[in-house]
């Protein structure tokens, strides 16, 4: 599985984004997906993460209310909208996907260990 994320950018705080993540999976219908981030010189942190299903998702609890993950099946696509970005939000973004077959549609994934495979990643700079 590969996966080819996009959308990163410089945005003022304040400001929204749109990421992307696009992934060559055969069957993406029943993978689940997640983005994590990492600031320099911290570790990697959960993001949001959506069930295969696309029913249920979940957030870092710093970021509720401000981004939203969703997907695409018939287009193996994955987004994180980003509204209201603040200069603490400065990161590399990484989609990561795991395949679920064997799990209910409602099963999401928060911890880095659990997926099994990662894009490349892509900078998002908040300037305030």
């Known amino acids: 599985v590969q996966l080819v994320e996009s959308g990163g950018g410089l945005v003022q705080d304040g400001g929204s984004l749109r990421l992307s993540c696009v992934a060559s999976a055969r069957f993406f219908s029943t993978t689940a997906l997640g983005w994590f981030r990492q600031a320099p010189g911290k570790e990697r942190e959960f993001v949001a993460a959506?069930?295969?299903?696309?029913?249920?998702?979940g957030y870092a609890d710093s970021l509720k209310g401000r981004f939203t993950i969703s997907r695409d099946n018939a287009k193996n696509i994955v987004y994180l909208q980003m509204d209201s970005l603040k200069s603490g939000d400065t990161a590399v973004y990484y989609c990561?996907?795991?395949?679920?077959?064997?799990?209910?549609?409602?099963?999401?994934?928060?911890?880095?260990?659990?997926?099994?495979?990662w894009g490349q990643g892509t900078l998002v700079t908040v300037s305030s």
């Open positions: 959506i069930s295969w299903s696309g029913t249920n998702t």
């Open positions: 990561a996907a795991k395949s679920a077959s064997s799990y209910s549609g409602t099963y999401y994934f928060i911890r880095p260990y659990e997926y099994t495979y």
